[in-house]
C-alpha cells in the first residue's frame, strides 16, 4: 500500500483525559501511561492540565501535580514518541509556562484558541519557533466557524510560523460530511499538514477521523478508550484499527497501540467516558463539551432539564468562557416553566 | 424537513443484549426494559434468545427463562411498540418455536440465515405469512458476500414473502463505503424496504448506520447503550440524535428514546459492551463477535495470542456454528510458536 502517506498520531491521553478525572491524574499514574503510549510507538504524547500550559487554577479546576513535575515524569519514559503540550494564551505566559515546558523537554507546543481567534497565538507560536522548537496552531470549537473563516484563520497561524494546523471538534458536533469539507478545504491550500481532533458525542469520532484522513489530514489526534473531556475522544485503539485497515503507514505497533485501551481501562477506571443524554444534546446542541458539569449542576438546583440548557446554550452559541450563561439560562428557563414570567416572549 | 421519508427503528436490546447477558436476563428486566422502549416509541422491540427462537439449549446457552414467558412480559408492556423475534431455521422449528411465539402475540418474524443461504428460509417466511403475520428476511455476516450475491439472496426472500430484508454486519465490520454500495444497490432494486443492523467493533456503527440511511434504508436496528454481541450495537441513543439532525422523520419521543440508555445502563450494569482488543480484532478479521468468549479460553489454555487466533479463523473465513475450528487453530499458533512443526509451510 504505497499510495498512502504516512500519518501522525498524536497520543492526547494525559491531557484531554484530565477533563475526564478532574485535574487529579497522579505521577504514578503518567508514568505508567507514558511509557505504554511509547511502546505502542504514537508520534506524540500530549501532557498537561485538560485546558494546557498554566491552567490549573481553581476557576477551570486544579491540577493534583505541579505541571513541570507531569511533564519531567512523561519525558523519562520517552524516547522516540515526542512530548507535547496543549497552550492557550491567556492561561499559558510564555514567561513562565512556555519557558518552564521548555526546561523540561516539551518538544512541541500545540497553540490554540477559539476558531476565529488565531490572531492571539502569533506572540507564543513565535516565540517557541524563535528558540528552535515545533510550533502547531490548533483551532478549537471549529464547527462555529465557515470552512472559508477556518483557512482564513488557519493561514494566520502558518504565517505566524505554525508548522501543523489542527481542527478541534471540542463540541463533538461534526458529521463526516462536514469534515471532509473543512479539511479538504485547509489541506489543499495550506503549505503545512492538517490535522484533525475528534470528541464522541455523537458516536461519529472513528467516522470523522477517517473522513478527515481521506480528505487530506497527516495528523490525527486520539485518546486511550476515549478518555477526554464529555464523551470523550476518538479511541486510540480504534484509530490504530482503521488506519491499519486502510492502509495508512504509522509508527505504531499495532497490538501495542490496541493494549494502551487496557493500560487506561485499568488507570482511569471508573472514569472514563461515556454517551450520556447529556454528552449527546450537548453534541446537538454544539456546545463543548466540558460544560456537562456545570450544567447538570444548574439544572438540578432549579429543577429543569439540563437537555433544554443545552439546546438553549446552543442557540446562544456560548463557548468556553462563558459559565456563568448556564445559571441565567436555568433561571429562565425555570421562570417559563413555572409560569412565573407569562408574559415573556416565545423563545 | 419533508423531503426526507420516515425511518422505522427497531430496538433489539433484548434480543442482541442476550448475547451480553450470557442470556441471563430476567422478566422483571424484561418488563421495566420494555416499559421505557414503549415510552421513546420504538417501532418494533425484539425479544428473546440472542440466537432467537428455539435456539435456548446447552451448546450456544441456555435462557433463564422460558421465551414464552419472556414474550408474553414485553407484550403485556408494549401498546404502539410491536413484538418482534429473531428466527433462524434450524434453531426455531415451525411447529413449536413459531407456534408459540404466535400465541404470545409476536407481529413481526424476523427470519435469518448466513448471508448466502437465503433458501432455509422459505418455509419459515411462508408460514409466518400463511397466518396473516408479518415476516422479514435478515441476512447475517453479510460482509462475506458481494452486493451482487446479496441482491439476489435478498431477492430470494422477497419471492417468499418477506415484507422487510435486513443486512446484518455480524462482525462488526463494514466501512461506510461498503454500506453505501450495498444497501444502495438493495433499496434501489428491492421492492420491499431495507434495513441495516450494526455491529460497533471497529467504532463505526453510528457512521454505518447513517450511510445506510443515506443509501436509501428505511429500517434501522440498534440496541440501548450499544446492550449486544462482542462490542455491542448502533447505540439507539446516538441513533435517535441522528437521525433527529439528519431530519428523518420517526415514531420517537427524542428526550425518551435517550432515556433507554439509562435504564440499560441501570438494569445491567456491569455487563454492557466496550470495545477490546479482541473485539476490534475481531472486526478487522471479520469474524462473528459472538466467538470472543471461547476465542480466549483457547488461546489461554494454549498460551497464544488472542488476536492471532481471530486473524487467522477470518483467513479462514470460518462462520457461526464453526466453534470447535477455534481449537484447531489455537492448537497451530501454539505448535508454531513453540518450534514443534518447524518444517510447516509459512502461512
Known amino acids: 500500500m504505497p499510495d498512502k502517506p504516512s500519518i501522525t498520531v498524536c497520543d492526547a491521553t494525559l491531557r484531554d483525559g484530565s477533563h475526564a478525572y478532574s485535574h487529579q491524574i497522579t505521577l504514578e499514574q503518567v508514568r505508567t501511561y507514558a511509557a505504554a503510549s511509547e511502546a505502542a510507538g504514537f508520534s506524540f504524547l500530549e501532557v498537561g492540565h485538560g485546558n494546557g500550559l498554566g491552567a490549573s487554577s481553581l476557576q477551570v479546576g486544579e491540577s493534583l501535580v505541579p505541571e513541570g513535575d507531569m511533564l519531567r515524569a512523561a519525558k523519562a519514559c520517552l524516547r522516540r514518541t515526542k512530548l507535547s503540550v496543549h497552550v492557550i494564551p491567556g492561561f499559558a505566559t510564555i514567561q513562565r509556562d512556555i519557558a518552564g515546558a521548555l526546561e523540561a523537554g516539551v518538544e512541541l507546543f500545540r497553540v490554540g484558541c477559539h476558531c476565529t481567534e488565531a490572531d492571539i497565538t502569533q506572540r507564543h507560536i513565535g516565540h517557541v519557533r524563535s528558540v528552535g522548537r515545533e510550533a502547531w496552531g490548533v483551532l478549537m470549537m471549529s464547527h462555529m466557524a465557515s470552512k472559508d473563516v477556518l483557512l482564513e484563520e488557519a493561514k494566520k497561524m502558518q504565517s505566524y510560523g505554525a508548522q501543523g494546523i489542527v481542527l478541534m471538534d471540542s463540541a463533538g458536533a461534526y458529521f463526516p460530511a462536514d469534515v471532509t469539507e473543512k479539511i479538504g478545504l485547509l489541506a489543499g491550500r495550506l503549505d503545512v499538514p492538517v490535522g484533525f481532533h475528534a470528541h464522541d458525542n455523537l458516536g461519529l469520532s472513528i467516522a470523522n477521523s477517517l473522513a478527515a484522513l ?12 476515549g478518555f477526554g473531556a464529555g464523551a470523550g475522544n476518538a479511541p486510540l485503539e480504534l484509530l490504530a484499527a482503521v488506519l491499519r485497515q486502510r492502509g495508512y503507514p504509522t509508527s505504531l505497533d499495532f497490538y501495542k497501540a490496541l493494549d494502551v485501551a487496557e493500560v487506561a481501562a485499568k488507570l482511569f ?19 463543548f463539551s466540558g ?10 438546583q432549579l429543577g429543569v432539564d439540563p437537555r433544554d440548557v443545552f ?8 463557548v468556553g468562557g462563558q459559565e456563568d450563561i448556564i445559571l441565567e439560562v436555568a433561571n429562565e428557563l425555570a421562570r417559563r416553566k413555572n409560569g412565573a414570567n407569562p408574559g415573556a416572549p416565545a423563545p
Open 311 to 318: 439546546f438553549e446554550l446552543g442557540r446562544r452559541k456560548v
Open 291 to 300: 460544560f456537562a458539569k456545570p450544567v447538570q449542576r444548574a439544572a438540578t
Open 214 to 225: 481521506e480528505a487530506g489530514a497527516r495528523i490525527i489526534d486520539g485518546t486511550a478508550k
Open 269 to 287: 477506571a471508573g472514569s472514563l467516558p461515556s454517551a450520556s443524554g447529556i454528552t449527546i444534546v450537548s453534541g446537538l446542541a454544539g456546545v
